[in-house]
C-alpha cells in the first residue's frame, strides 16, 4: 500500500503525506494555512522578517511567518533567532 501524497503549492512537486509542513502566513489581513515541503518550508522561513513556532491544526508543530508571527493567537513555542528558553544558544 503506497502512502497518501500531497503537491506542495510552492514547487509544485508531489510528496509523501508524512513530509507535509504547516506554515500560517498573512495575506491581506486574513492568517492563511499553506502545506509546504520540507524544502520550501525552509525557503520560507529563510525570506521571512519574522517566524514563531506555533500549534498546528493537523500536526502538533507548525510556523507562523512576518504579520501571523506577529498577531497569531496560537500557542507560541519560540521564536526564530531568539532564545526563549534561557538555555543560551544551542551549539
Do not use: I
Request: charged share 35%; glycine share 10%.
Amino acid at each position: 500500500m503506497s502512502e497518501a501524497t500531497f503537491t506542495c503549492p510552492r514547487c509544485g512537486n508531489e510528496h509523501p503525506d508524512s513530509e507535509k509542513k504547516e506554515v500560517f502566513v498573512n495575506e491581506g489581513g486574513t492568517e492563511t494555512k499553506k502545506t509546504l515541503c520540507p524544502k520550501c518550508l525552509d525557503e520560507t522561513l529563510n525570506e521571512a522578517d519574522q517566524a514563531v513556532g506555533v500549534e498546528g491544526d493537523e500536526k502538533k508543530a507548525a510556523v507562523a511567518v512576518g504579520e501571523a508571527a506577529e498577531s497569531t493567537d496560537r500557542e507560541t513555542y519560540g521564536e526564530q533567532g531568539r532564545d526563549t528558553t534561557g538555555e543560551g544558544p544551542r551549539s
